[in-house]
Structure formats: C-alpha cells, structure tokens
C-alpha cells in the first residue's frame, strides 16, 4: 500500500518538527496526559509525552521494549507516580488529576490488564476475579455462591470455559490472561488499559477478544491498546501512537498506516529482513522423542531433531506444546516414552539434568527462566554454574565480562549490568534469558513462544539468533502461537491437537488454513 506523501515525510522528520494529525471528533474526550516525564536511574523512561484518548476509541500504543508504554499507562493506573506532567480525565468536563493511586484510579473508572500477570496463583479463578472485593451476605459472611456466578458469568462473556474452582497457578498463560482481563472487564471500566493482551493467545482467542473491544467501544469505552503485533493495528485500532527512546514519535490515523512504516517509525530504521531463514545444511540427529507422554497433557509424542534444524510446533491454547517443552526440560513426570541425545538415551527428571545433556529452555512465561531481583550476570551464568562443583569458586571478574559481552552483541537495554533483570522490559528480559544458552554449551534450544511480548526490531534479533544457531549445527525446537512465524522460519512443522500430533509437515507443504485445520 502506498502512504500518503504527508505520512512518508513525517518517518523522516526530526521529533520536534512531527505534529499531530488535526481530527474532526465528535466524540468526547475521556483523557489528556501532558508533557509526562519519568526518569528510573540511569534512564530517561518518558520525556515530556502527551497521549490522548477518545470515548468509543481504539487508541493503540506502539513502540520497542523499553521505549516507555507500559510506565506511561502505569503512571495513569497509578502504579507509579509521574516527575512531572498533568493529566485531565472526565466525560462531560475534563478534572484534572493531582495525585493519582491504584484506588483512585479505579474509582475514575480506569481499569488496566498488565503485561506481566498479577494473578494470584494460590488462589481460585473466582477469588482472583473478585480479589479485594469479594461480595459479603447480609449476615457478614463471604458470598461465594455470588462470587462464582459472577466470575462464571465474566469468563462466559470472554467465552471462556474454567471452572471458576480451579487454582490459578494450575492453568496455562493463556488461561491466566484471560483470566486477568475477564477480573478487569468485572469493574465496568470507562478507560480499559490492555497491555500486551493477546501475546499468549491463539487466533481464535484473539478473534474473541477482539469481538468484546469492538462491544465495549461500541459502548462508549475509550481503549487503549498495547500492542508489539503491527497486523493488529488496521484489525482493531482507530490511532496509533508511537514511542521511541521514551519520546513521542507521532499520533495518526489507522487508514494512514501500514505495517513496514510502522515498524520502521518503532525501530527507526529500516528493516530489510524480518524473517531471515536462509536454510542450513541438516546434519545428523540429535534429539529423538519416541511415545512421549505426560499425564492427562500428552500422549505418545513421536518425532526426531536435526542437527542445523528448526523444528516447529504449533497448537491451539491447551494442545499441549508448553507441556511438551517442560517434559524435554524436566519439568513434568513423564508416564511413558524415551528420550534420546546424539543417540544415547538419556533420563531427565529436572532442568540440572537437562542442562548436563546439552538442553535449553526459553519458557513461555519468561519469569520462570529468571531471578528477578538478581542483575544481569549471575542471570546469564546461572544455567553453567549448576553444573559446578558446590566447592568450586566464581569468578566475579569473569561473569562480569561474559555479560558484558552478551549485552553489547543482543543489545540488552539499558546497558547497566548492576541492574536487577526485575527492572528490564519484557524483550530485553527475554534477551537475557537467551544470552543463558548462547553462553552454555546447548545442542538442543526449545523456545516457547520465544516472541511473546516483544517488539518488532528484538524479533527480527530473536529469528537473527536462532537462523545463526542453526547453521552453527545446533537443534531449535520453535514453539509458536503466531503461523506466520513458523511457515517462515521452520524447516518443519509438527501441529498438536488436545495433546496428540496431528501431523509433520516439510516446509512449504501447508499454509495457515491447513496448520488451523489439523489443530482445530
């Protein structure tokens, strides 16, 4: 599609000279946030933004990981307090907000879904959904007959189907999230806040969600909309805001956009190769799975791994692929099958043995592969030093060099290696993770969804990564929820379906009609 002249010139002009586009609106405006600026040690996270919103508006938020999205809608959840800056928020008259707090915000009608899940795990869906407000009976008492009908009621709308009994913990990321929005969704927002809410779901989950936007902003909801998924933009969106370096890039119309400008107003340079799979030579086995099975999650998985392949798996939410990488790693009882490396059976009951035959993890939920309040380099080194003798010294000095080094080659921001990782972005946390089994002697690399929750310029990084890897001889076991990812990057393609494999197919065999016909 090509841009219209006045758009084209404006991914080239210089931040001070890009204004607004002037709209006709007859909608009322719900929210004004100017000149927001927030500064973390050693970052400029926001300087000087302004966002607006609109009632009945799908605003969406684009920019790279650590380009300041989520700590703008922090700073208007009340999660964190701004260093300077005004925010106006109303219907028929705009009040400006002082002081904002998580409770007061809520009672503005702010309602806001975090990237990072704030479920808690011990609890039961209905309890999470209703948590700090759980409905008392006229004696006192909790009313759990309410509180589960109300949760089942909220989870049927997104239509989902959970016993609302169930612990938290025990559901899957995608469940989670869902579960996550179906909590927020309860309040009634008048502004809705969705960070990243489709990174853990599937096409047809997805489509759903989107049906309740479009519902809600039928409504009058003003929604704002994270997103690192450009084609969500044209599907869902009404603007489209962009963020760099913690600056404002520009506010414009959807119909005014397409996909490799807007990857290139995020990045801020051209991408010439999204998906840079030029095809490695495939040397000999190095993983084989036969009769693999996990109870009540798999059943009699079979299939081999390649030296210099990447081998995908795709599957709808609860096919089994996570369970599939946990089961490879040592994190789930097997019931039956063997595994094999370089043709040597091996038994992996925990990660520790899993690292010692050469096998690497890049969970789904990326902050199971990290200790959060650790910096960088014990967060790089970790999975090697399990495989130390308890009586064998570290070497500081060494670590620190290593992840020097890992930081400059992924370009891990901010470069600041006493940082905790808590306080990195979701892609540069992910980068961490990885630069883990770059440093580590890893055969066989399993990534599970390694994607989710990043932006467009650290994919292209990722796929970088993993296309190196492979013509290096190692074995990536690519788990994905985006098709578009695997048909472009897989050599082959193995789909689950309710724990079972459906099928194996050659690269170029199928499109993303087929790969949802065998799982659905």
Known sequence: MQLPLCFQSMVDTPLSEVDERNMTRTQQLLLSMEKI??????????????????????????????????TLMKILSGSLPRDSGRIFIGNHEMQEISQMTPEYAQTLGIGMVYQELSLVPTLSVAENIFLGRLPRTKFGLVDWKKIHEGAKHSLNTLGINIDTRTITGTLSVAEQQLTEIARVLEKQPRILVLDEPTSALSDTERSRLFEIIRRLRSKGVGIIYISHRLAEVPLIGDRVTVLRDGQKIGTLPVSEVNEEKLAQMVVGRKLTEQYPKHGGEKGNVLLRVENLSVPGKLQNISFELFEGEIFGVFGLMGAGQSELARALFGLEPLSCGQIYVNDRIVNVRNSEEAIRVGIGLIPRDRREGLVPMLPIPPNI???????????????????????????????????????????????????????????????????????????????????????DLSKKGAGILFISSEMQELLAMADRIMVLRRGKMANIFQRGEVDQEDLLKYAS
């Open 381 to 467: 080194t970790l999975g090697q030093i399990s495989q130390y003798s308890p009586i064998r010294f570290l070497n500081l000095r060494k670590e620190r060099q290593i992840a020097q080094q890992y930081v400059k080659d992924l370009r891990i921001q901010p470069p600041l290696l006493d940082r905790p990782v808590l306080y990195l972005s979701g892609g540069n946390q992910q980068k961490v993770v990885l630069a883990r089994w770059l440093y580590g002697d890893t055969k066989v690399l399993i990534l599970d969804d390694p994607t989710r929750g990043i932006d467009v310029g650290a994919k292209a990084e990722v796929f970088s990564i993993m296309d």
């Open 37 to 70: 600026d927030k500064r973390f040690p050693g970052v400029h996270a926001l300087n000087q933004v302004d966002f607006d919103l609109y009632q009945g508006e799908v605003h969406i938020l684009l920019g790279e990981n650590g380009a300041g999205k989520s």
